[in-house]
């Protein structure tokens, strides 16, 4: 098993330019997750799914939107990229209980 | 005040070492998630507790729940035991998980 996989792995933006990034997991995870990590930060959760079909806000959503298509799929996107969102995003899964959650490898994305 | 907070930020250790890693939250959860980030990035969970004990090898993670508290423990601590440790709550009756600032561990041979 592959585990969650993130793609791109880099990707340098400059601003006003969109892009999404892609999230997989075949685990047969109920619960996807999107984060950013900033340095002196803990992670911060950005959106998340419960289901197929289903997205909520997490903790700073602006400037991001989210699709959950495909139950093994969570996909984030960003519209209009600003400086402030260079990060780096993690992808994370867990089964609807015990909810360990499983991670991605990250995305490096720098916005200029 | 963050809802988590680690002790210390920051710790260097000699290969062999005890290591203690601290962790104190603000609000009711449910359960508590250590994890480790790898010098590469890689984030794997370590522990995921409601109370009590656990070890796993070399690791141990303990949690108070009455005085708010959890510890990780590495004993014969080791270079590759290098990372940032990260201790996670998860609030009553949801998954989200909120995030300390990480504890960054340097064990010299």
């Known amino acids: 098993n592959a585990g969650v996989t993130q793609t791109p792995k880099f990707r340098v933006l400059k601003t006003g330019q969109s892009m999404t990034l892609l999230c997989a997991q075949d685990m047969n995870h109920e619960y996807m997750y999107w984060y950013r990590q900033d340095p002196g930060m803990g992670l911060r959760l950005i959106h998340y799914?419960?289901?197929?079909?289903?997205?909520a806000k997490g903790e700073v959503p602006d400037g991001y939107n989210v699709s959950r298509l495909k139950k093994q799929n969570f996909l984030l996107g960003l519209e209009s990229a600003a400086p402030s969102q260079t990060s780096v995003y993690f992808c994370?899964?867990?089964?609807?209980?015990?909810?360990?959650?499983?991670f991605g490898p990250g995305t490096r994305l720098t916005v200029t | 005040k963050n809802e988590v907070e680690q002790s210390p930020q920051n710790l260097t250790a000699q290969e062999g070492e005890f290591i203690t890693i601290n962790c104190s939250y603000s609000v009711g959860i449910s359960a508590l998630h250590w994890l480790q980030q790898h010098p590469g990035g890689g984030i794997v969970s370590l522990f995921m507790l409601s109370s009590g004990k656990k070890k796993h090898g070399r690791l141990i993670a303990t949690m108070n729940i009455q005085e708010k508290h959890s510890s990780l423990h590495i004993t014969a601590s080791h270079p590759r035991d290098s990372a940032v440790y990260i201790c996670a709550v998860r609030g009553p009756g949801g998954s989200r998980l909120t995030f300390g600032e990480g504890t960054q561990l340097t064990v010299n041979p």
């Open positions: 994370a899964s867990s089964s609807a209980g015990p909810y360990e959650q499983y």
């Open positions: 799914s419960v289901g197929e079909g289903t997205t």
